[in-house]
Nanobody, 124 residues
Framework: QVQLAESGGGLVQAGDSLRLSCALS????????MGWFRQAPGKEREFVAR????????WHADSVKGRFTIGRENAKNTAYLQMNDLKPEDTAVYYC?????????????????WGKGTLVTVSS
């Protein structure tokens, strides 16, 4: 069974940086496309970024493009989300996602495996 564990969330000020990590266990990491979604209070879960199984293809939501970067290290069974120039509107619970398609998905309904989430709070 796939298990995902996020880490790296916290309370920061606007303009600061954070790096989220997601460790996958239970299955072979390189078989899964990885993604990050977030959910702010009172809002639906939204796509943030995804990366293909090979790591050669990446996608970012327009709202984070140029500030956030997704990556993965297959040798460490870990995906990352580097977040720079954080803004108060980035405040949310961030969820790691995994699926067995080659390129992943930007739709939460397509994702079978989720982490429990890590809270990121950005103060102004």
């Amino acid at each position: 069974q796939v298990q995902l564990a996020e880490s790296g969330g916290g309370l920061v000020q606007a303009g600061d940086s954070l790096r989220l990590s997601c460790a996958l266990s239970g299955r072979t990491f390189s078989f899964y496309a990885m993604g990050w979604f977030r959910q702010a209070p009172g809002k639906e879960r939204e796509f943030v970024a995804r990366i293909s199984r090979s790591g050669m293809s990446i996608w970012h939501a327009d709202s984070v493009k140029g500030r956030f970067t997704i990556g993965r290290e297959n040798a460490k069974n870990t995906a990352y989300l580097q977040m720079n120039d954080l803004k108060p509107e980035d405040t949310a619970v961030y969820y790691c996602a995994a699926d067995m398609s080659a390129y992943g998905s930007s739709r939460a309904d397509d994702i079978p495996y989720w982490g429990k989430g890590t809270l990121v709070t950005v103060s102004s």
